[in-house]
């Protein structure tokens, strides 16, 4: 819709991108080797990134629509992700990239439909202290950018 929007659907794509990248770049000995800040496999980590978009989305819409941010604690974060991780133990690359496209076309065709004024709609953060977070801080921080980037940097620090 405006050009914030564009960029930050851009910047989303490109950290996207660069996963996929190193997705389709893993040898299988790669593929099956444990990062060291998740404790899951690439495979596991790879589809935690590709299928946490449904739950991103949560975060992302809710003040552009104004409704209350997902009161998700911690724990409760962290019990969803280790049952994936659990679930996922054998998934493959084919898998997590086609995942990870279809995911991440809808998400970037989410954030270009958002105005300015959307943008900078706030809400209560429960992950972050209950501080008052924008939505493009949502896309740009841990929530979706920063997530997917973050994962990236452990996958290819990993052996």
């Keep these: 819709m ?23 770049a893993c040898s299988d000995a790669k593929w099956s080797a444990v990062c060291n800040a998740e404790g899951w496999t690439v495979a596991q980590t790879a ?26 604690s911690l724990d409760d974060i962290n019990s969803k992700n280790d049952d994936r991780a659990a679930k996922h133990g054998s998934v493959t690359r084919a898998d997590v990239l086609r995942e990870l496209r279809d995911g991440a076309a809808s998400t970037a065709a ?5 105005s300015d004024e959307q943008l900078d709609k706030t809400g209560v953060l429960a ?9 493009q801080q949502l896309i ?3 929530v979706l950018i920063g997530h997917v980037t973050g994962h990236l940097e452990s996958i ?4």
């Excluded at 405006?2 to 389709?24: C, M, N, P, W």
């Excluded at 992950?127 to 939505?135: E, F, K, N, Q, R």
């Excluded at 290819?156 to 052996?159: E, F, H, L, S, Y």
């Design 140 to 142: 740009e921080g841990g």
């Design 127 to 135: 992950l972050a202290g209950g501080a008052s977070v924008s939505t």
């Design 156 to 159: 290819r620090a990993t052996g």
């Design 2 to 24: 405006g050009s914030r929007s564009d960029a930050l659907a851009g910047q989303f794509e490109q950290a996207v991108a660069d996963f996929a990248k190193a997705v389709e």
């Design 110 to 114: 989410y954030i270009r439909t958002l």
């Design 47 to 72: 589809q935690h990134v590709s299928g946490q978009f449904p739950l991103e989305m949560e975060f992302i819409t809710a003040p552009p629509e104004g409704k209350p941010l997902p009161g998700y």
